[in-house]
């Protein structure tokens, strides 16, 4: 089988001196996620060179937040400590979990990118009615992203640690389906 040729392409498949990526017309061959390279899109499913290539849809974060997102790390409270122990090197479901992972303009306790899951653990930091509202307007601003939310109190991840794992596999086994 010979190499196609440019001159083997129609004038809407490449482009001439001067012109950008955005004035081609889009390919209705590719599925239309964003690749981890920003802008470009993946191949089509099944595409030989998708293979290694994520498909997850990166979300930026404000820099400033690397440095507190590393400090929290460092001082993850009891009931963080205890469910990461359960969620880290892919023990949930195959799926790969991030530690107070910065988002946008703010840090979740744990973010699953393919899955674009965020589990937050509300202590007692989270009772006040100004915190309440901080909360809900956290969670809507990253909801727009396409965020999605599990909450659990901290009390019931020292507690019933069996049950909120539980509760996260269901929520996971329910999405695939």
């Known amino acids: 089988m010979s190499e196609p040729k440019l001159d083997d392409c129609d004038r809407s498949q490449r482009l001439e001196l001067g012109d950008s990526i955005e ?5 209705p061959k590719h599925s239309g996620f964003v690749s981890a390279i920003r802008d470009l899109p993946t191949p089509p499913v099944g595409h030989p060179s ?3 290539i994520s498909r997850r849809e990166i979300i930026g974060y404000e820099g400033y937040l690397k440095e507190l997102a590393r400090k929290l790390r460092q001082n993850m409270t009891l009931g963080e400590v205890l ?9 949930m479901r195959g799926y ?14 744990f973010y699953c990118k ?3 899951l965020a589990i937050e653990i509300d202590g007692s930091s989270h009772d006040g009615e100004e915190a309440k509202i901080n909360d ?3 969670q809507e601003r990253l909801e727009s992203l ?28 329910e999405l695939s389906l």
């Open 23 to 27: 004035s081609m017309p889009p390919n």
């Open 50 to 52: 998708e293979e290694g």
């Open 83 to 91: 469910l990461w122990q359960r969620l880290k090197r892919k023990q």
């Open 96 to 109: 790969d979990f991030d530690r107070q992972r910065p988002i946008d303009r703010y840090i979740v306790d």
């Open 114 to 116: 393919d899955l674009k």
């Open 136 to 138: 809900d307007i956290r």
């Open 146 to 173: 396409g965020v999605r939310f599990l909450r659990f109190m901290d009390a019931d991840v020292k507690r019933n640690m069996e049950m909120v794992v539980d509760s996260i596999e269901l929520w996971i086994d």
